[in-house]
């Protein structure tokens, strides 16, 4: 629980952290599923830092889940993939490769997920017109009340204005932090893939 509240507050590095405990203690109690959903969590939290940790961290994720059942542990997997690689050519192919495949397995529910992960993509090449269309996807898509913070963190990943009148949820170290935070995870991917590090 404490690796979700940490990533949603642009704080990667300490929710991997609590993933890795939550992982640990999975297999330490021989709870192989439990275990599979914390490294993808874990992978998926790092892809916003270190794509080639991520890389190593997705690996393990996948022999986790080598001989599991766990659709929706898989799809999360990939999601982490497309993190990892937010600013290349392939992203936008797979986004919508996976868009199909939710739909089919009727996992809805991790849509809004899979628009953040675009949302960054999008941020990172600074592609206004795409960010425009997944946001208010996002929008429609937390309508219910559910995810409705990912809407805001798509905002502050592409340095945008909150819209008139949003309701705001409550951020640990307040909006202004937050929106810094992960503002910062966008300039420092596309810096990376400027430099090729």
């Known amino acids: 629980m404490l690796g979700d509240l940490w990533w949603l507050q642009g704080e990667p590095a300490r ?10 203690e999975a297999e330490q ?3 192989s599923g ?9 992978a998926l939290a790092l892809a916003f830092t270190d794509p080639e940790q991520a890389d190593d961290e997705l690996d393990l994720a996948h022999q986790l889940l ?23 050519p392939t992203v936008n192919e797979r986004v919508h490769a996976l868009r199909t ?4 397995a009727g996992l809805t529910s991790m849509t809004p997920t ?6 960054f993509h999008q941020a990172v090449l600074d592609n206004q017109n795409a960010l425009t269309a997944t946001v208010s996807r996002l929008r429609e898509l937390t309508s219910n009340g559910d995810f409705t913070y990912y809407t805001d963190i798509a905002h502050f990943m592409a340095g945008l204005p909150l819209p008139a009148g949003h309701v705001a949820p409550r951020w640990l170290d307040g909006e202004e932090a937050t929106r810094s935070r992960w503002r910062e ?10 430099t090729g590090r």
């Open 29 to 31: 109690h021989a709870k």
């Open 15 to 24: 929710a991997a952290d609590a993933y890795l405990a939550g992982r640990l």
């Open 101 to 104: 495949e939710l739909d089919i």
């Open 34 to 42: 439990e275990a599979a959903h914390c490294q993808a969590l874990r």
């Open 66 to 88: 080598a001989h599991l059942t766990l659709r929706a542990t898989n799809i999360n997997a990939a999601i982490v993939a497309l993190i990892r690689d937010a600013g290349t």
């Open 185 to 194: 995870l966008v300039t420092t991917r596309r810096e990376r893939l400027r």
């Open 114 to 119: 899979l628009e953040l992960a675009a949302a």
